[in-house]
């Protein structure tokens, strides 16, 4: 898969390195209550972006991996382990992200500043308490992820 000559991996790899720690930092801003109702649609639409380019990028790699012979690379080996442990941590934080955005009350300015209630009260607690750490963990992750694979391309 190439565009102009160019592997499409490394061209999909900069949505990735930017929406997803958008997408975390939007999670992390939903946090606060005040900032939650101005959060919660880009939140979303990072994440779900975020998550599609990961899957992209997953898919674009381990093409290149296979049509290069890439294969048997440590470097590379462990840039794929990292990229796969990050495409696992996406979809558990896009599915946090999608509770938090259904699930958690916000201050709505078209109802007079009034919290809408929760559908599920039951799930806020949950959905706030792991929408946190999976924020930090995509972070992390992706930086990992990303230093693998300039090892493997720079070494």
Not at 77 to 98: C, K, N, P, S, Y
Request: hydrophobic content about 60%.
């Amino acid at each position: 898969m190439e565009i102009n000559g160019v592997p499409l991996h490394p061209l999909v790899v900069h949505a990735v390195v930017v929406f997803v720690p958008l997408a975390a930092l939007g999670a992390l801003a939903m946090v606060v209550p005040r900032w939650r109702w101005l959060a919660r649609w880009p939140t979303l639409l990072l994440a779900l972006g975020a998550t599609a380019a990961t899957y992209v990028a997953t898919v674009t790699g381990a093409h290149l991996e296979h049509e290069r012979g890439l294969e048997q690379l440590a470097l590379v080996r462990t840039h794929v382990e990292w990229g796969r442990r990050l495409m696992i941590a996406m979809w558990i934080f896009a599915g946090v992200v999608i509770s938090a955005f259904w699930v958690l009350p916000h201050v709505t300015r078209l109802s007079g500043g009034r919290d809408r209630s929760s559908p599920v009260a039951a799930l806020a607690v949950p959905v706030q308490v792991f929408r946190v750490p999976t924020a930090i963990a995509v972070l992390a992750l992706v930086v990992l992820t990303g230093d693998a694979g300039a090892r493997a391309v720079w070494k």
